[in-house]
């Protein structure tokens, strides 16, 4: 009796690891990070840690800053330059300054039909200390220009990389707000954004970017001027 049920135990956690392993498979994706600054340093590691495989894209990937955050990622991440790091991927992140972006871009290759998730803020600092607007309309939508065939999600842009790895520092639930022409390219984004602990919140297709980039100079604002704040939406109650 004991020996029969220990087959049959052992027969369904060998079912469940095999399915385990095959979910694990099906929804791994290759992800190019490009940059290796602090948005890459929150979100390499944490999208491992998600079973992802991350290749990072670096004018310099032998430097040694370089080589310590393959290490810490772990997993078969690796780093190459930044074009070769694209070419692998399905997802490109474009963690770069907002004002390379177009230059990055030019120089990854084809980009056609990979999603490209821009979670960069342009911006323009006063003698005053506040930021403003930089770009007309939005950066988000000059990247969607730049790679027309690729499926750009604006995401990740309005919080610092302490919230992406660390979601509970806030005291509260943190909302990433989203837009993109593509509604499964979105679909894939909003996925990785829970699979942060963080709650994916959808604002429409790409031309909205530029109310996602504004939410920035709100926060980055009020700091400046002394009272600092917190945000996520709340979805209505039914």
Do not use: C
Request: glycine share 8%; no cysteine; net charge negative.
């Amino acid at each position: 009796m004991h020996l029969l049920l220990s087959k049959s135990v052992s027969s369904v956690l060998w079912v469940l690891a095999l399915t385990l392993l095959y979910l694990n498979t099906t929804f791994a994706e290759t992800i190019a990070i490009i940059g290796t600054g602090e948005v890459a340093h929150a979100l390499g590691p944490e999208f491992a840690i998600l079973g992802h495989d991350i290749v990072y894209g670096s004018r310099s990937p032998n430097r040694e800053e370089v080589r310590e955050l393959v290490a810490r990622t772990g997993g078969s991440a690796s780093a190459s330059g930044q074009s070769e790091a694209a070419a692998q991927a399905n997802i490109v992140v474009l963690a770069v300054p907002w004002n390379v972006v177009e230059a990055v871009v030019a120089n990854l290759g084809d980009l056609s039909g990979k999603i490209i998730i821009d979670p960069t803020n342009p911006r323009m600092v006063g003698d005053d200390g506040l930021r403003d607007y930089s770009v007309d309309p939005s950066n988000g939508e000059w990247v969607q220009r730049w790679a027309p065939e690729a499926k750009v999600v604006k995401a990740f842009n309005t919080m610092n990389w302490v919230t992406m790895v660390d979601p509970a520092s806030t005291g509260g639930p943190v909302t990433v707000p989203i837009a993109g022409n593509d509604a499964q390219a979105k679909a894939t984004v909003a996925t990785l954004v829970k699979g942060l602990g963080l709650e994916p919140i959808d604002l429409g297709p790409i031309r909205y970017a530029h109310a996602i980039e504004s939410l920035y100079i709100l926060w980055g604002n009020a700091r400046t001027l002394g009272t600092p704040f917190n945000y996520h939406f709340r979805l209505e109650e039914n």
